[in-house]
């Protein structure tokens, strides 16, 4: 079983900054790729950003640029810079994971998300 943990939300006017993190803890062999997802309020859920095992990263053409994720091994935790942010990033930003729990064996698991609000 793996649990992950949102921090680092809250209210920041736009224009500003936060840096969102997921730490994973639990028994598991290792992380295989971890994504970012939001959804706002009457909005279906959208990947933001992703990072695989070996560092790849991706993300949504609407934060490009403005958001940067990265992940520290040692920690198993995932990062989301978000810069510049705007009125329209505002969303519950649930984090995600593929792990390795055996031997060819590979589950899913949730966050409970983070709150972002930009707001003036």
């Known amino acids: 079983q793996v649990q992950l943990v949102e921090s680092g939300g809250g209210l920041v006017q736009p224009g500003g900054s936060l840096r969102l993190s997921c730490a994973a803890s639990?028994?598991?062999?290792?992380?295989?790729?971890m994504i970012w997802y939001r959804q706002a309020p009457g909005k279906q859920r959208e990947l933001v950003a992703t990072?695989?095992?070996?560092?790849?990263?991706n993300y949504a053409d609407s934060v490009k640029g403005r958001f940067t994720i990265s992940k520290d091994n040692a920690k198993n935790t995932m990062y989301l810079q978000m810069n510049s942010l705007t009125p329209e990033d505002t969303a519950v930003y649930l984090c995600?994971?593929?792990?390795?729990?055996?031997?060819?064996?590979?589950?899913?698991?949730w966050g409970q998300g983070t709150q972002v609000t930009v707001s003036s």
């Open positions: 639990g028994s598991f062999l290792s992380i295989n790729k």
């Open positions: 995600y994971a593929n792990a390795r729990v055996g031997i060819a064996r590979y589950s899913d698991y």
């Open positions: 990072i695989t095992g070996s560092g790849t990263t």
